[in-house]
Each structure stands twice: as C-alpha cells, then as structure tokens.
C-alpha cells in the first residue's frame, strides 16, 4: 500500500512538472505551483487522496479568475497540458489570499530555518482550507504585480493558445 501511495505521488509531481513547464510554454508562468491535500487537516497528507494542483498568480487580481480558467481548459481540450491535470482539480488564488501568504510563509521557513534529516513538515495553507508538505511544492517565484504587464502576458498567453486552435 505504502509503495503505490509512493508511485501514485511521483506520477503527479512529474504531472505538475510537466503542467508548469507546459503553461511556461504557453506563456503562463505562476507565482507558485503546489499539489495540496483540501481539508488542511493535522493528519499526514495521504496522496491517495484527491489532491488539487493550486496555483497563485497575480493575474488572478489583473484578469479574474474565469478567464484563466477559461484558458486553461482551452489549453487542455487541446491538449497542450498533461492530461494528467485536469482543470477542474487547480485552483487558481490571488496572492492576497490567505491561502498564498501561509505558502509563502511556508517556503519562507524551508529556506532559512534547516531542518532535521527525520523531520516531515506539514503546512496547513488558508483557515484550515489545504495542507502540503515540501515536496509538493512544483515551483514558485517572486515577483511583484504589475497590472500592466500581466495584462500584456495574459492577452500573449491568449494568443497562444488561440493558435493551437488553428
């Protein structure tokens, strides 16, 4: 049992992998990418369990969350995503979400206080909404948001995948 939760988590941290470099691509580079157990629950996250693929961006502020959305299916009804990742298991949030900050706290902490070679952390992200764990985390970035700029690479983004459509 142990060894096929072990499989089942190595094939979708190389999903999520395969999604950020396809949406890279395509133009979409997120502020972070991170596989997430709903429930945020104090219980060991268990990769037999639905998990999300969560995504922070500021274009979430800039565009709104149904545009992205709407792109994102598009990207995958073309199958230029993994099919793997199916859009209806990512969830998009803002930075200014409680979600991103205990994220970035959590990473925050990963990189400046060293851990035990036993210790196994787990982040619980929003009001109890997500837990992850370090190795869930696809990739993440700082940036600051600039309106029009995001604008700019989600209309190139847009473009993008209107072109796979031809």
Do not use: C
């Not at 979708?12 to 502020?31: H, M, N, S, T, W």
């Not at 700029?149 to 847009?158: K, N, P, S």
């Amino acid at each position: 049992m142990a060894r096929h939760a072990l499989i089942e988590m190595e094939r979708k941290l190389k999903a999520g992998r395969e999604y950020a470099a396809a949406l890279k691509k395509l133009g979409f580079v997120p502020d972070a990418l991170v596989w997430a157990s709903p429930g945020g629950e104090a219980k060991p996250v268990n990769p037999d369990h639905q998990l999300e693929l969560l995504i922070v961006s500021s274009w979430v502020d800039n565009v709104g969350p149904k545009a992205i959305y709407d792109l994102l299916f598009e990207a995958y009804e073309f199958s230029a995503t993994p099919q793997e990742v199916d859009p209806f298991i990512v969830s998009l949030f803002s930075p200014e979400t409680q979600v991103a900050k205990d994220l970035w706290g959590a990473i925050h902490t990963l990189r400046t206080e060293p851990l035990g070679d036993d210790a196994r952390p787990m982040f619980v992200l929003g009001m109890l909404d997500y837990a992850t764990i370090p190795d869930w985390i696809i990739s993440y970035r700082t940036s600051k948001s600039n309106h029009f700029a995001d604008l700019r690479r989600f209309h190139a983004f847009q473009n993008n995948v209107a072109k796979l459509a031809a």
